[in-house]
């Protein structure tokens, strides 16, 4: 299929799966299917693995968003079917150009819809589309600009509308239509400028031969003195680490904090200290491992310094993973708390890619193709597991367990506080969760949440 009928594809879909409905399973559905047009529309020499992995997380996404259609499994399957295009079109392109490439087409898209020539080939194809921008979609466009200033100035037109029982609503239609266009011809006509191109070369893993030459980085310092520098500095960072450590530890474990708000405000004060040490530590290490002196047969001093000095900083976050699970032992779990565990997990896998770039003699970009790739696996492993049902098992054991906390704030847990309910034979509590599942399970078809059409619940006995 050529590009335009593919962009007019989506805009069918679109319309057909969220006209009059929320965004729910249909979501899921457009996923999967755009997912299966890119494997198709794919040449088979471009089916690499890395597109035949992201072909699966994309699936996977789609059915997570299905599944709990939450804010997480969103991104997850935003990022995994455009990261699916990207990677079938120009898989030499490094991910973090494709941020670059996403902004710049969703910014640019007015300049170049009208470049019809570009995406629509035959002409009486050409002539059709033209006819469409022009009728359809430019007085669409405008149509509905005007309509939201109109119905926020007026309360009269807006209720007007909003009153209104007509089955068919051709504003939602227009909408729809613009919106499933503005999706189309993004995903499908994406344009890579030639400066994208050029900056790829300078995002490669591994080093040129040209770098391989000692230069100094300034001016005023020559090779050694660079190479002594660093080396003072890292021992010197390292003693202060290692003191640090000491009193930290010290402070976390041995003093008693007086209340749970102090020991709260403490422990993410601490933890947020603790992320940005890091991040300035590895932007020391890169500092210095930029060019010359991964090649430095002199440098092995340097080099083990700045090791032991990442060995220090993996302990660190050791340490305040250790008090983050001592604040979840003594007041639950909440989504904070699983929040401060995946900040965590990605300072140590940061300091672990650091690592490898110290000591396989890596570009600094490695390490940031790297942390790419490793937030969007972050990304998918908390949109698949239901992370709601893990707080709510895990706080219900304690006898200090917040029961309207778990209903107003944690999700996808009505199964389990059901449970909990009938055992504790709290009506109260059984039958506001059995109008909030109700109230989903009602839902038309394409709006419906995965999760609550698997609940069971009692269905009042008629007379």
Not at 144 to 162: C, G, P
Not at 179 to 196: A, K, L, Q
Not at 327 to 344: D, E, P
Not at 448 to 459: D, R, S, T
């Amino acid at each position: 299929m050529k590009k335009h009928h593919l962009i007019f594809i989506t805009v069918f879909a679109v319309i057909l799966l969220f006209y009059k409905e929320y965004i729910a399973l249909n979501l899921g559905i457009f996923g999967i299917l755009l997912s299966i047009l890119t494997f198709t529309q794919t040449k088979s020499e471009l089916r690499t693995k890395s597109f035949l992995t992201l072909f699966i997380t994309s699936i996977f996404s789609s059915f997570a968003f299905a599944w709990f259609g939450d804010a997480i499994s969103f991104t997850a399957i935003f990022v995994s079917i455009f990261l699916l295009r990207f990677t079938g079109t120009y898989p030499k392109l490094k991910p973090f150009l494709y941020i670059e490439v996403l902004l710049l087409n969703l910014f640019t898209f007015l300049g170049r819809v009208f470049n019809i020539e570009q995406w629509c080939e035959k002409s009486k194809e050409r002539n059709f589309a033209k006819k469409l921008i022009a009728i359809i979609l430019i007085p669409g466009l405008f149509v509905t600009i005007f309509f939201f200033v109109y119905t926020r100035v007026s309360d009269h037109f807006a209720n007007l509308f909003r009153d209104s029982e007509l089955e068919f609503q051709p504003l939602t239609f227009i909408v729809l239509a613009i919106i499933g266009f503005y999706i189309g011809f993004i995903f499908w006509n994406f344009g890579v400028e030639r400066f994208i191109f050029k900056q790829n070369r300078y995002l490669n893993d591994e080093f040129s031969r040209l770098v391989k030459i000692q230069k100094p980085t300034f001016s005023f310092l020559d090779i050694d003195s660079e190479r002594t520098s660093g080396l003072i500095s890292f021992s010197a960072l390292n003693i202060l680490l290692l003191i640090f450590i000491a009193t930290y530890n010290y402070e976390q474990f041995y003093e008693v904090s007086k209340s749970a708000d102090s020991l709260s405000a403490e422990t993410h004060e601490r933890v947020n200290s603790v992320i940005i040490s890091i991040v300035m530590a590895i932007l020391v290490i890169l500092f210095y491992f930029k060019k010359g002196f991964n090649f430095d047969n002199k440098a092995k001093s340097l080099k083990i310094s700045a090791k032991i000095w990442i060995v220090l900083n993996a302990i660190l976050v050791i340490s305040a993973s250790l008090k983050n699970s001592e604040y979840i032992i003594n007041f639950g779990l909440t989504y904070k708390r699983l929040g401060v565990y995946a900040f965590l997990a990605m300072a140590l896998i940061g300091l672990i890619f650091t690592f490898i770039k110290i000591q396989k003699k890596k570009t600094n970009a490695f390490l940031f193709n790297k942390m790419f790739w490793a937030c969007y696996g972050l990304i998918l492993v908390c949109s698949y597991i239901n992370w709601g049902g893990i707080i709510t098992s895990n706080n219900i054991k304690r006898k200090d367990f917040a029961e309207n906390y778990h209903i107003v704030s944690i999700n996808y847990n009505e199964k389990i506080l059901l449970n909990y309910a009938e055992k504790t034979a709290n009506l109260e509590m059984k039958n506001k969760l059995q109008e909030r599942i109700e109230s989903y399970q009602k839902e038309t078809f394409l709006s419906k949440i995965l999760y609550y059409e698997f609940i069971n619940i009692e269905k009042p006995k008629s007379k």
